[in-house]
């Protein structure tokens, strides 16, 4: 089956550090994958995404990669801000399948320290 | 923009009884919405999708009679604990998506603030 897997947090940082958090997955076919941001209290917000191999999404500084030959999609942003601490969630969904679910992985807590 | 709602934010029950969990899509139509449960620390995971006026789809292990899914308007979606217990105890999302060729996002799933369910 489908799963995802992300590297455990708490990953904590300074301010304007590089951030990176690794995700890679295991799926059939090509689905398109996803990293969503989970702000305290509120909902998990669609940050970025990538539909095919090679796509690069990106959003707020942030970008990822869909790297077929590795099965990562790695989040990066070069300078990150207090204002980045969220928990993060790399997800999938797997190929020809616009309604299906996502399948997450465990989430990154993300901590940036003025 | 895309707004999904939960109520109740979060609730308290006692054992043995039901609660009811309401996921709604504020300003568009979804036709299909989907149903998560999230352990402490740990990934959400699907439990079933349900589209407008047909049966909701259960993922492999979800209790269907347990989990009751209602899908009864293209902005309101219902998940219902029957017979609540504590190991029911979790926080449950919602997710709700667009129909197909609505403009941007189209396909694209926006999430609810989540349910705290405890059951004591």
């Known amino acids: 089956g489908n799963s995802v897997t992300q590297m455990e947090g708490p990953v904590t940082l300074s301010e304007e550090a590089f951030l990176t958090i690794n995700c890679t997955y295991t799926?059939?076919?090509?689905?398109?994958l996803f990293w969503y941001v989970q702000y305290p209290g509120e909902g998990l917000q669609l940050l970025l995404k990538a539909t095919k191999a090679d796509d690069k999404g990106s959003n707020k500084g942030f970008e990822a990669t869909y790297r077929k030959e590795t099965t990562s999609f790695h989040l990066e942003k070069g300078s990150v801000q207090v204002s980045d601490s969220a928990v993060y969630f790399c997800?999938?969904?797997?190929?020809?399948?616009?309604?299906?679910?996502?399948?997450f992985g465990k989430g990154t807590h993300l901590i940036i320290q003025p | 923009g895309a707004v999904v709602s939960q109520h109740p934010s979060w609730v308290i029950c006692k054992s043995g009884t039901s609660v009811k969990i309401e996921c709604r899509s504020l300003d568009f139509q979804a036709t299909t919405m989907f149903w998560y449960r999230q352990f402490p620390k740990q990934s959400l995971m699907l439990m079933a999708t349900?589209?407008?006026?047909?049966?909701?789809?259960?993922e492999q292990g979800v209790e269907k009679d347990k989990f009751l899914i209602n899908h009864a308007s293209l902005t309101l979606s219902t998940l219902t604990v029957t017979s609540a217990h504590p190991e029911d105890s979790s926080f449950y999302i919602c997710?709700?998506?667009?129909?197909?060729?609505?403009?941007?996002?189209?396909?694209?799933?926006?999430f609810g603030p989540g349910t705290r369910l405890t059951v004591t």
């Open positions: 349900s589209n407008e006026g047909s049966k909701a789809t259960y």
């Open positions: 799926a059939t076919g090509y689905p398109s």
């Open positions: 997710s709700a998506r667009r129909g197909a060729g609505v403009g941007p996002g189209s396909y694209e799933q926006y």
């Open positions: 997800a999938l969904r797997r190929s020809g399948g616009g309604a299906d679910g996502l399948t």
